[in-house]
């Protein structure tokens, strides 16, 4: 039995308030809502810059992770093989390998590179996923999963080249010490990763990681001369993660520094 686009945003609507978490926290969307979400009308790519230099103290950064992992039930594992990320620290050398030399500076040695999911143009996991449970919408190219769908498999997490999708090897609730009932939490055998706070979003209010950041973290519509992310890409020299792979990332850096060619 084949299940087309439609028929299964339909299903979504049906099964949203089982399985995942409080069911009473969540409104039941019509199939037409859930289309409306999906694949309505373009009303821009959103995007977001991170300005490192703005991130003075090591708080502000642990702030920024905890903000996203308590509005989005991210459990807190200890073994480093089965934790959960969604947003995290890198190296520098980590994060950017195509743009390290010998003589990298100092100072980029050894601060932390928050990073994330990039929500790309052209995203790899989107291609892999055998069954949906990964989509870009086409109304603000987040890059989305259904996690009713998802089955497991790991594709995303090879075709990724930014390393932004976990797994749950364990049964994450029982890691969440406060629960956070206005977003679900997942099972065991699933993938999760960054959603920009779509959740967020569609009740018109930013990321939560943005409002913890303390400015040094902005969010928009990329084609809006007039948005945030705009007027901070115009202003500053900006570069995104692995620009070379043609991924086409949506998540960009002002770094400060160091010069790059």
């Known amino acids: 039995m084949s299940l087309d686009r439609r028929d299964f945003l339909k299903i979504t609507a049906l099964t949203a308030l089982f399985g995942l978490g409080s069911a ?3 409104k039941l969307l019509s199939p037409d809502e859930i289309l409306a979400n999906v694949e309505g009308a373009a009303s ?11 991130f003075q103290t090591p708080t502000t950064i642990e702030n920024v992770i905890e903000a996203c992992n308590r509005a989005h039930n991210v459990p807190s594992i200890d073994n480093t093989k ?3 990320k969604w947003i995290w620290t890198e190296k520098y050398e980590n994060a950017f390998p195509e743009n390290t030399s010998e003589h990298l500076s100092e100072e980029l040695k050894a601060k932390p590179f928050l990073v994330l999911c990039n929500h790309c143009d052209h995203p790899a996991c989107v291609r892999v996923c055998p069954t949906q449970a990964t989509f870009k919408r086409k109304s603000d190219g987040i890059v989305q999963m259904d996690y009713h769908r998802c089955i497991g498999c790991r594709f995303c997490m090879a075709a990724c080249p930014y390393g932004s999708r976990s797994f749950n090897w364990e049964n994450p609730r029982k890691y969440i010490k406060d629960v956070n009932p206005d977003y679900p939490t ?4 699933v993938v999760e990763k960054c959603n920009f706070c779509i959740e967020r979003i569609e009740r018109g209010l930013k990321p939560a990681c943005v409002d913890a ?5 902005v969010f928009g519509k990329l084609d809006d001369p007039d948005s945030a992310v705009r007027a901070a890409l115009a ?5 995104t993660r692995k620009t070379d792979l043609g991924t086409g990332p949506n998540v960009y850096y002002i770094i400060g520094g160091q010069e790059h060619a």
């Open 44 to 54: 821009g790519q959103l995007g977001m810059v991170i300005d490192m230099e703005l």
């Open 213 to 217: 950041s303390e400015g040094a973290m």
């Open 235 to 239: 202003t500053n020299y900006a570069v």
């Open 186 to 189: 997942r099972t065991i055998g």
């Open 24 to 26: 009473s926290a969540f």
């Open 82 to 84: 089965h934790e959960i």
